[in-house]
């Protein structure tokens, strides 16, 4: 389990994040489609996907994981980093810094994956998450999508 300090206070994360990010110049859709907001990036996020959610909101039962698949646009082909964050208490919450494995085509359609389960910390909470994809060279935010989680 993630854990973070805000002023003294030790507070238990979210969610967990499992294994590295992938990365593949397909967007096979084997999720169902959730409401997101770009939050920015050089390129453009079409799409976010959750497996067992869709909507406005994502809900998510402790103990289950849960598949995300972003798609994406890079205006650089060097993506090289996903970071995925969670907002608690006012402070984000780091739950994935991976590495991407694979590569992407500079104005090609292309998917991140990755896995996140959520612990029971916060059951009966809704939460942002923000999910930023980076590249190396140059050094910058290709793509960002912003979204709701409720922990049952």
């Known amino acids: 389990m993630l854990s973070h300090t805000t002023r003294g206070v030790r507070s238990a994360a979210v969610l967990m994040a499992l294994g590295a990010a992938s ?83 500079a104005g090609a359609l292309t998917t991140a994956r990755f896995t996140i389960i959520p612990n029971d910390v916060l059951s009966g909470e809704t939460v942002p998450i923000r999910i930023e994809l980076r590249s190396a060279t140059p050094q910058r935010l290709q793509a960002c999508a912003s979204l709701k989680a409720h922990i049952n």
């Open 23 to 105: 990365v593949v110049s397909t967007a096979p859709a084997n999720a169902d489609v959730v409401n997101h907001t770009s939050c920015g990036g050089v390129g453009k996020t079409s799409e976010v996907r959750v497996d067992k959610a869709e909507g406005s909101v994502v809900n998510m039962t402790p103990g289950q994981p849960y598949d995300f698949e972003v798609d994406f646009v890079p205006k650089d082909s060097s993506l090289t980093s996903v970071t995925v964050e969670a907002e608690y208490m006012g402070s984000p919450i780091t739950l994935l810094d991976s590495a991407a494995v694979g590569s992407s085509t």
